[in-house]
């Protein structure tokens, strides 16, 4: 169970992978270094989830 000073779980838009984002303002990418801009009409989380389960399918 993640804790919740990790703060929010986020997927990198350049390399597609998935990081906590340390409840940080602005959120910064720690593969790329890029800030990342958050999306608020919908949750990145929930995509990232349906794009692991069609991944793990394709295995």
Known sequence: ???EEWG???VCPTT???FYDLNA???ISPY???V???DTGKTRMIAADA???QS???M
């Open 51 to 53: 794009e692991d389960r």
């Open 1 to 3: 169970m993640p804790k």
């Open 25 to 27: 303002n602005p959120i």
């Open 56 to 58: 793990k399918a394709k």
């Open 16 to 18: 597609g992978k998935r």
């Open 36 to 38: 990342v801009e958050v």
């Open 32 to 34: 790329t270094g890029e």
């Open 8 to 10: 929010v779980k986020r």
